[in-house]
Structures are given as C-alpha cells and as structure tokens.
C-alpha cells in the first residue's frame, strides 16, 4: 500500500540543474525522515542527502560538494532534491527513501529506511 513515487529525472547538459521530487502515497503518524541515494552504473548505493522528521537537520554525502539540496514538505508528504551545477559524474539512478521512525537527523544508511522508490534516471552528459 505505501509507495514513494519518483519523479523530476532526465538528460541535462553539464551545469545544469534538476530538481527531484519524491512522494509517498500514505501519510505517516509521524513525519517521515527522507533521504537519497544514488547508484552509478557498476557501483554500489551511495548516500547524497538526508533531512530527519522535523525537516531541519539536513546531511549531505561528500559527492555532493554544495551543489545538492534536500528539503521535505511534510504537510504534502513529499520530499525534494535540488541539484545544482550537475557534472558528468552525477550520472546515476537517484533513489529516495522514507523512514517512519523518528528521527532528528536522517540516516546514512540504505537499512535506516524502511520505503524506497522505484528511482529516477539522472544523465548528464558533457
């Protein structure tokens, strides 16, 4: 019955930007926790952004460099991936990710996620 529904992925030009989207169809008791990941062809899931259940504490892998933003409209339940100045090597399939638990700061880790979406292609090319 729950589902996260990506959307928002496509081919950019390097420099460009994108903005992700993520929505999941069943309201939680609490807020959700959000975060993304991302797998590059031949390389293992890998953590881009997260942002706990009061939608203040954000974290960001080091890929992301300052170029990424995570932010969440828990009234919509939905979560959000801005991606500025993207590079060649953003090229991956991002996923997002919902945990009901509570959490101030999200998780790093795929396992502290209990929903997933399907994922959305992100190609840049140069």
């Known amino acids: 019955q729950m589902r996260l529904v990506e959307s928002g992925g496509g081919r950019v030009q390097a420099g460009g930007s994108l903005r992700l989207s993520c929505a999941a169809s069943?309201?939680?008791?609490?807020?959700?926790?959000w975060g993304w990941f991302r797998q590059a062809p031949g390389q293992e899931l890998e953590f881009v952004a997260g942002?706990?259940?009061?939608?203040?504490?954000?974290r960001y892998g080091d890929i992301v460099g300052g170029r990424f933003t995570i932010s969440a409209d828990n009234a919509k339940n939905t979560a959000y991936l801005q991606m500025n100045t993207l590079k060649p090597e953003d090229t991956a399939v991002y996923y997002c990710?919902?945990?009901?638990?509570?959490?101030?700061?999200?998780?790093?880790?795929?396992?502290?996620?209990?929903?997933w979406g399907q994922g959305t292609q992100v190609t840049v090319s140069s």
């Open positions: 990710a919902a945990t009901g638990v509570i959490r101030e700061r999200a998780g790093v880790r795929p396992t502290d996620y209990e929903y």
């Open positions: 942002i706990g259940w009061t939608g203040r504490r954000t």
């Open positions: 069943v309201r939680p008791l609490s807020n959700y926790a």
